[in-house]
């Protein structure tokens, strides 16, 4: 079945340092990936997707790049802020599964001034 | 423009009891799935509703149901609450045959005690 492993966390930081968290996912078919972002005692909201191999998707100056010979979706962010502290949470949706979102478990990143 | 909401956002239960979460879902939306987030873990699919009917299921035993409405709201029951059925219940809603990453309600935190 689909499935997704993200690096554990949690993950600390200096404020305007740069910041990757690993993604890595199995799936059947071509699936779709996503990264969400959950700020503390909030619902999901959606950061950045990509559809195909060798898509690039970006916002708020994170990005990622769908690699499907190493089947990854790293999120990275060259200078992190005290605001980006949250839950980052790398998902997928594969052909056969009609819309239905597999997570990883998800990284805390906290970030310090 | 309203997102998804949740209602409620917090409740208390007993063991045994049975509870209904109540989720609307953007405007335009009509899909709507539900998602169990327990504590420092990812969320989980649990069904997702279409026309009034159940088009997907995840691995969620059958005291899990659910309902969905004319006007795209949903309901989640849960039948003979056990403490392990603590957890964020995130509603999901979307625009059937175009996935764009569904948006995502505030949650509800249940507690069985």
């Known amino acids: 079945g689909d499935s997704v492993t993200q690096m554990e966390g949690p993950v600390t930081l200096s404020e305007e340092a740069f910041l990757t968290i690993n993604c890595t996912y199995t799936a059947t078919g071509y699936p779709s990936l996503f990264w969400y972002v959950q700020y503390p005692g909030e619902g999901l909201q959606l950061l950045l997707k990509a559809t195909k191999a060798d898509d690039k998707g970006s916002n708020k100056g994170f990005e990622a790049t769908y690699r499907k010979e190493t089947t990854s979706f790293h999120l990275e962010k060259g200078s992190v802020q005290v605001s980006d502290s949250a839950v980052y949470f790398c998902?997928?949706?594969?052909?056969?599964?009609?819309?239905?979102?597999?997570f990883g478990k998800g990284t805390l990143l906290t970030v310090n001034p | 423009d309203a997102g998804v909401t949740q209602s409620p956002t917090h409740l208390i239960k007993t063991r045994g009891q049975q509870v209904t979460l109540r989720c609307s879902p953007k405007?335009?939306?009509?899909?709507v799935s539900w998602y169990q987030q327990a504590l420092g873990q990812g969320p989980q699919f649990i069904f997702q509703?279409?026309?009034?009917?159940?088009?997907q299921r995840g691995n969620f035993p059958d005291r899990f149901s659910g309902h969905q409405f004319p006007n795209y709201s949903s309901e989640l029951n849960v039948n003979a609450l056990l403490l392990g059925d603590s957890a964020l219940y995130l509603c999901a809603s979307g625009p059937m045959g175009e996935f764009y990453g569904y948006t995502f309600g505030s949650g509800t935190r249940l507690t069985v005690v």
């Open positions: 509703y279409y026309e009034e009917e159940e088009r």
């Open positions: 405007s335009g939306h009509d899909t």
């Open positions: 998902a997928l949706v594969s052909g056969g599964s009609n819309y239905k979102l597999t």
